[in-house]
């Protein structure tokens, strides 16, 4: 099983800017993140919360700066490390729930198969349905369930709960609280922070590409005597 390194930060970026031809997605952005949080990576539309995801992930490269994931840069050592969950549906339609879950432990050797699927029963998922025949908030469910089945160190989820219906969120969350790597952080990518305020350490507020906070949530609650959310639509309102 993975192991956290304690001589580096789980997670930290230096400097870390990334551009797309003319445009700025992120600019100097520097945090760092420890083992053992549940943190919000909070935003408008447009503020570089899956730009930052991806970089982390592997799946873009930083215009300038660094990022270190346990003391190691992006790249096929990172892989075992990171288990991501995008915001888009990524399973091909034919597909089963069972096939998903053999693509998963076939791919992963950190998966647990049995987790993943005590998860999808408890959801009421069967096993034999093809992916395609799942309304699109069970098809994020489904995929949730194998991401978090991953004895990773750190859990990116970007947008988590964007597709889910407002009945079925307290439930994606209690499953993201039970189920992540206790060593390990999850990074929550939302703009929903009314919903997750109640399971986070910490936020991180980001907006235009730059980091505008970063605290405990009881800092800000110490600090301002009001909510994440009401802090959040204070910094961002239009």
């Not at 797309?20 to 935003?43: C, D, K, S």
């Not at 439930?171 to 999850?186: C, D, M, P």
Request: aromatic share 8%.
């Amino acid at each position: 099983m993975n192991q956290v390194n304690p001589a580096y930060p789980l997670l930290q970026t230096q400097n870390l800017t990334k551009t797309f031809g003319n445009i700025t997605a992120l600019y100097n952005v520097n945090i760092i993140v420890p083992p053992g949080r549940i943190i919000g990576l909070l935003g408008p539309n447009g503020s570089g919360k899956t730009t930052l995801i991806k970089l982390v992930s592997g799946l873009l490269t930083p215009s300038d700066g660094q990022i270190w994931i346990n003391g190691i840069a992006p790249g096929p050592k990172t892989k075992t490390l990171v288990s991501y969950l995008p915001d888009k549906l990524y399973f091909d339609s034919w597909m089963k729930v069972r096939d998903c879950v053999a693509l998963f432990a076939d791919f992963y050797t950190d998966f647990d198969r049995s987790k993943a699927t005590d998860m999808l029963t408890a959801l009421g998922v069967d096993l034999k349905q093809s992916f395609r025949s799942l309304s699109k908030g069970t098809q994020e469910k489904v995929q949730l369930a194998l991401v978090m089945s991953r004895q990773a160190l750190l859990y990116l989820l970007d947008e988590p709960i964007g597709g889910v219906d407002p009945a079925s969120r307290d439930y994606i969350l209690e499953t993201i609280i039970r189920n992540y790597n206790e060593q390990g952080t999850v990074i929550i990518s939302t703009h929903l922070i009314y919903d997750i305020e109640r399971v986070l350490d910490d936020v991180i507020f980001l907006m235009n590409g730059m980091i505008e906070r970063v605290s405990s949530v009881d800092e800000i609650r110490y600090q301002t005597n009001k909510s994440v959310d009401e802090v959040f639509r204070e910094v961002f309102r239009c």
